[in-house]
């Protein structure tokens, strides 16, 4: 069954008369039975930390929709927090943690091998998923890659600009290297853990990759992805890897080799006209609708997503959003852009 699962073959590169679908954060706020299960799991922390609630968001939008892969449900930053970090959450403001700016506090971190007891209920909820995902299922794992994780410990909070960050590379380069180096030792070991316990697929979100210029963006977001892909195919071979450096624009051209990565997920800044030139060539890519059409749906959501099917037709494309679906969104609107992909 596995072989014939449309995600991973779309992944190994064949081009397919229906491209799969699945869409980021598709267990989420905009689903009203998340909403419930959260409630019962009493904050997002606890949802991310309890195995059995865990899983049952994960399942919730397959049931739903029958979407051809479901990604698990945790959080980038637990990885952080099982380093050392700590992490909270603000309502209404989002994530937390006490940052990571010197020498000292990057010393006081912990070691690689001692994340995964706090990890732990992760790899549990991946194991669940392995057993009650239906059989034509794609489970994907995942994490946040190096730069992105970054700039969330370095700021303490998420921030418009990863200012920051970037002010920490500028000024202690070695401080920040050391971060950059111990995330992507870590999300290696991480990643690993959820392909013994079950995924099929992982994913690197680069979602601040845009805000690297020039040689940084090939420093920190492209090589860390390359080390982490190359490690996962020494040690899971056959296991394909995507990667999403969001707001890259016209330096997605090369990603695939220079990352080794299997597919490259574009953000709807992108045309898809353009990626299929430049980018497919290469191999599979996923996206890459704006996610403001389950807001809006309509006619121009039908039309949309007819124009980036055409335009992906031609070569390996798995469909999805451009960014997450957003909480707003119409749950009526994501079945319309499922029915027709599927040509309903």
Same mark, same amino acid.
């Given at each position: ?12 590169? %064949?081009?397919?008369?229906? /491209? ?17 299960? *959260? ?13 059995? @609630? ?7 939008? =397959? *049931? ?12 980038? $930053? ?7 970090? &700590? @992490?909270?959450?603000?309502?209404? %403001?989002?994530?937390?943690?006490? /940052? =990571?700016?010197?020498?000292?506090? $990057?010393?006081?971190? +912990? ?24 059989? %034509? ?31 920490? +590379?500028? &000024?202690?380069? /070695? ?13 290696? &070991?991480? @990643? ?14 680069? !979602?601040?990759?845009?805000? $690297? ?32 450096? *969001? ?22 800044? =992108? ?20 996610? !403001? ?7 121009? $959501?039908?039309? &949309? ?8 037709? +031609? ?11 957003? /909480? ?13 992909? *599927?040509? !309903?």
């Amino acid at each position: 069954m596995a072989q014939q699962k449309t995600i991973l073959r779309a992944l190994a590169g %064949e081009t397919l008369p229906t /491209p799969p679908i699945w869409m980021m954060r598709q267990a989420g706020r905009y689903l009203p039975e998340y909403k419930a299960t *959260r409630a019962q799991a009493g904050d997002f922390l606890s949802l991310c930390y309890n195995p059995e @609630l865990a899983a049952e968001v994960t399942l919730q939008p =397959i *049931r739903r929709y029958g979407f051809d892969a479901a990604i698990l449900f945790a959080d980038i $930053l637990l990885l952080p927090q099982a380093l050392g970090a &700590e @992490l909270w959450f603000v309502t209404g %403001e989002g994530p937390r943690l006490t /940052p =990571i700016t010197t020498a000292d506090e $990057l010393a006081e971190l +912990k070691i690689v091998d001692d994340i995964h007891e706090t990890l732990r209920p992760v790899y549990e909820t991946v194991q669940i998923l392995s057993r009650e995902l239906p059989a %034509e299922t794609t489970l994907i794992g995942f994490a946040g890659a190096p730069w992105t994780v970054a700039t969330y410990m370095i700021a303490g909070r998420g921030t418009p600009d990863q200012g920051p960050a970037h002010a920490l +590379k500028a &000024e202690n380069r /070695p401080v920040f290297e050391g971060i950059i180096h111990r995330l992507t030792e870590a999300t290696i &070991e991480y @990643l690993s853990m959820q392909i013994q316990a079950g995924a099929e697929v992982v994913k690197l979100f680069d !979602s601040w990759a845009g805000s $690297l210029q020039r040689d940084d963006f090939t420093e920190f977001s492209i090589h860390p992805m390359q080390r982490i892909t190359h490690a996962i195919n020494d040690r899971h071979p056959g296991i394909p890897v995507i990667v999403f450096p *969001r707001g890259a624009d016209h330096r997605y051209a090369g990603v695939h080799r220079a990352t080794g990565a299997n597919c490259v997920a574009l953000d709807d800044g =992108i045309d898809a006209a353009w990626a299929a030139e430049h980018v497919q060539i290469d191999g599979c890519v996923q996206g890459n609708l704006a996610s !403001s059409h389950m807001v809006t749906g309509g006619q121009a $959501l039908v039309d &949309e997503t007819k124009r980036i099917c055409d335009a992906f037709r +031609k070569g390996p494309h798995i469909f999805n959003l451009g960014h997450g679906i957003t /909480p707003d969104a119409n749950p009526d609107h994501v079945q319309l852009m499922i029915d027709t992909v *599927r040509g !309903s």
